[in-house]
């Protein structure tokens, strides 16, 4: 409720500082980290939820989102992209530092460990995502038709250990759709 009423947030180039020296505080690794692509996002306070704020003024908490690297030119997504596991929240009169809410989730990669395998093409991940046999990582809007702007590979990485990084066809659409279908071909994955 504090910070409902007394939003004393910084600009954007020192809540990034803020939410890195938090980490770095708590001796968070951060190597691997792509800085260039952190993303910051402004918040007001509804009925004690955080909502899109509609312009600097009307802020009062600040999303600071970190991303992995890419990996041979791979992006790295994760599970309610573009909201990644290594963020941290500011609001205005928490105290220390003004991080309301952190999380740190991040997996060192043992790149030197890989294999080939056959992936689907975008026609058949594409007809997955038709047949409701993919993940909806995020989805703003209220509409059943979504139109497709993009499809991609990356990795997939989620909030808890896991063994190898699962490459996926993304696909983006309008309203901040994001879609995940499994690009490896099902005859090689052990179901």
């Known amino acids: 409720p504090a910070a409902a009423v007394d939003s004393n947030l910084p600009d954007q180039l020192g809540a990034i500082a803020n939410a890195r020296n938090f980490f ?15 993303q910051v996002s402004r918040y007001s306070i509804q009925n004690a939820a955080l909502v899109p704020a509609s312009s600097v003024a009307t802020s009062q908490a600040i999303r600071i989102d970190f991303y992995q690297t890419d990996i041979n030119d791979i992006p790295v ?23 309301a809410e952190a999380e740190y989730f991040h ?8 294999g080939t395998y056959p992936i689907k093409t975008t026609d058949e991940a594409f007809k997955e995502l038709n047949e409701n046999q993919a993940y909806i990582a995020n989805y703003d809007g209220t509409k059943s038709n979504i139109l497709i702007q993009d499809a991609y590979l990356a990795y997939f990485a989620i909030d808890n250990l896991q063994e190898y990084l699962m490459p996926v066809i993304v696909f983006k659409g309008n309203d901040n759709f994001y879609a995940y279908v499994s690009a490896i071909k099902d005859e090689w994955i052990a179901k």
């Open 77 to 99: 997504y994760y599970p309610h992209y573009p909201k990644s596991n290594i963020f941290a929240i500011i609001a205005g009169v928490t105290y220390p530092n003004s991080i």
């Open 24 to 38: 770095t505080v708590f001796e968070s690794d951060l190597t691997g980290i792509d800085f260039d692509k952190t």
């Open 107 to 114: 997996q060192s990669l043992l790149l030197d460990q890989n």
